[in-house]
């Protein structure tokens, strides 16, 4: 049986979405619904069953769950980078994992976990998947320290010869429309330019990026699933690694994308940015994707261009998830 927590989510129900087309079914879906409208993301997947996220620990705990698990993709977590609760965030996305790690290194089953980008803080340090270099980092904020957190648990306790964390970068696509704040600039850009035919930026504060020209390493969803399954595939591979394209592009460069998708005139307005955001944003995110290709990933990642055409054109056009 596969285990995907946060299978309700961005990540995980495309993950979900992409093992169905592989023809898996045998699948257990792990989440906490609660008022949001993410259970759209469940419509038109299939899937063995649905536990929320406090049973299933409970069960992990007690060594009780009634199936026999042969992977976790652990994608559940508070992904909101401006979460203040420290406590709730320790609690969610360190110690849930810590839980699951454990039980399945002692049960040697293979767990792929969602590490983050912003373990790497503002890439003074670089953005090298190496193990050895993780105590140099310093994330940002409370979200990117609980990933990092548990990135380092894992290394004292010699778990990454045995285990996968995935450092996703800024993933776009279909299904992320639930996540408020934290969706992708793309989804907010395109109901932007839907009802003012324009799009906001944030001005840049440093004097070697114009505006809009801060860079990120955006990745389509449907790349970051490929590469996640690569690992499920690749049983004897092991280790931390970047998911993203090895390619960082500007925020003009993306918004123009949408625009060209929605074929519409490109209008960009650039706004202040919020003054408790200046000292925690990234002004540059590139993955380091040797390692991986090192593993042996070959395929080709789709480029910035191609992976917002399909999601604006096939997608957000149409009011579709992935399963719909």
Not at 9 to 15: D, E, N, Q, T
Not at 232 to 257: C, E, S
Request: aromatic share 16%.
């Amino acid at each position: 049986m596969i285990v995907v927590t946060g299978g309700a989510g961005f990540i995980g129900s495309a993950l979900v979405w992409k093992l169905n087309r592989i023809g898996r079914n045998d699948i257990i879906i792990v989440d906490h619904l609660g008022t949001a409208e993410k259970w759209k993301n469940l419509v038109g997947l299939d899937y063995h069953d649905f536990y929320h996220k406090d049973d299933f620990i409970k069960w992990i705990y007690t060594d009780e769950f009634e199936y026999d698990i042969d992977v976790i993709f652990h994608l559940g977590a508070c992904s909101s980078t401006t979460e203040k609760d420290a406590d709730y965030l320790m609690e969610n996305n360190f110690a849930y994992t810590q839980v699951l790690a454990d039980y399945c290194v002692e049960k040697n089953i293979r767990f792929i976990y969602a590490s983050s980008a912003a373990t790497y803080g503002d890439g003074s340090q670089g953005y090298k998947d190496d193990e050895e270099s993780l105590e140099k980092l310093r994330p940002l904020n409370m979200y990117g320290y609980s990933k990092h957190l548990f990135d380092l648990y894992a290394k004292k306790n010699n778990y990454f010869d045995k285990i996968v964390g995935l450092k996703y970068f800024n993933v776009y696509g279909p299904n992320e429309y639930h996540k408020g704040d934290m969706r992708s600039v793309v989804h907010k850009a395109f109901y932007q330019i839907k009802e003012s035919g324009k799009v906001r930026l944030f001005k840049s504060y440093k004097k070697d990026y114009k505006d809009g020209e801060q860079l990120r390493d955006f990745i389509y969803v449907k790349d970051a699933v490929d590469i996640t399954l690569f690992f499920m595939r690749n049983k004897n591979v092991n280790g931390l690694f970047n998911v993203g394209t090895g390619n960082a592009r500007t925020w003009n460069d993306l918004v123009t994308a949408i625009f060209n998708a929605m074929d519409k005139p490109v209008n960009i307005e650039y706004i202040e940015m919020p003054e408790n955001l200046r000292e925690k944003y990234q002004y540059f995110t590139q993955a380091d994707l040797t390692k991986l290709r090192e593993a042996g990933y070959e395929n080709e990642i789709t480029p910035l261009e191609k992976g917002v055409e399909d999601y604006v054109k096939n997608y957000l056009l149409k009011d579709k998830t992935l399963a719909w």
